[in-house]
């Protein structure tokens, strides 16, 4: 289709680059306090711990429901069997989605879709030339942003789903809900056990529905009423895969005649028109970190959402 690479372009959004303390690019200028001990001595005050934080790059691709590179080859040379249990996978095959990674070489039908989905993104965003600022947080796979340790971030897989066009009754998770106005497809991404090269990542699908409203929460001391939609988590979905450095962790759509949370996120639509879509994670690097957390400071809120 020919409309297929702008909506490649329009569906990556990164709505929450992580918890952020310290500047994207990693670099934390470095503050001595000089102080007194009780003795009269002068001593350097500590500059705080040393956090890790996750350099991904993410990359969602929008194609026609019938394109073989994402039916068939894209899943030839990944490494579906060794993520997890049997158990476990065939649950989630089950609820049609479909996960592997790509560890090594790239293959040739990733590398082709990651292409089309960031020239598209750079299109989108009126990237006019290479030196433009835009530049700066484009990576191979796509765009890329940081996670600390023990935090999260949101990348949004479909956005403003008209409800009237989808059988949401067969989902029992939204078949209650009485309003299913601006559905959106979420995958909540966070990490924890850092190393030099490598990081645990757990993948958490989560439906947006209903109109934004204000909905009340306490974080420390504080009353928060944030602005938000509700917020479906799909815990029997929830995933976790350690990826090394380089790895890519594929996700996409177990093909099935029913229909399920899977077709949800990667192919609601039926019809001529309908596409699939598939989403790319790639581990970039690890960066260490340091300095000091502010104690006012919100982990993990989503507010304004």
């Not at 002068?42 to 991904?56: F, I, N, Q, V, Y």
Request: glycine share 6%; hydrophobic share 40%; proline share 5%.
């Amino acid at each position: 289709m020919s409309h297929a690479p702008a909506l490649a372009a329009a569906t990556l959004m990164l709505l929450l680059p992580g918890c952020a303390l310290f500047p994207a690019n990693g670099e934390v200028s470095k503050s001595v306090a000089a102080t007194q001990d009780w003795l009269g001595t002068t001593a350097e005050a500590d500059d705080g711990p040393t956090l890790k934080s996750a350099r991904l790059e993410a990359s969602i691709v929008t194609r026609p429901a019938h394109d073989e590179r994402i039916r068939q080859h894209v899943w030839l040379e990944l490494d579906e069997s060794g993520l997890m249990a049997p158990d476990r996978r065939q649950r989630l095959n089950r609820s049609g989605f479909r996960v592997a990674v790509a560890s090594g070489t790239t293959p040739w039908a990733l590398q082709s879709l990651a292409r089309e989905a960031l020239a598209a993104l750079r299109s989108t965003e009126g990237q006019a030339s290479s030196n433009s600022p835009v530049n700066d947080r484009f990576a191979a796979m796509g765009p890329t942003f940081s996670v600390l340790e023990n935090s999260k971030s949101l990348i949004e897989v479909q956005s403003q789903l008209d409800s009237a066009m989808l059988p949401l009754k067969e989902l029992p998770e939204l078949a209650v809900l009485r309003d299913q106005s601006g559905l959106r497809c979420v995958m909540e991404v966070s990490v924890k056990e850092l190393t030099e090269d490598t990081v645990l990542l757990s993948v958490l699908p989560q439906i947006h529905i209903g109109a934004n409203t204000t909905r009340f929460s306490i974080s420390g001391a504080m009353e928060q009423l944030p602005v938000r939609q509700n917020i479906v988590p799909l815990y029997d979905q929830q995933f976790t895969v350690r990826l090394h450095t380089g790895d890519i962790v594929v996700i996409g759509q177990q093909r099935s005649e029913t229909w399920n949370s899977g077709r949800l996120f990667f192919e609601p639509l039926t019809g001529s028109a309908a596409t699939e879509r598939l989403m790319m994670i790639r581990l970039a690097g690890i960066d260490q970190l340091k300095g000091k957390s502010d104690p006012s400071f919100r982990l993990g809120a989503y507010d304004k959402y």
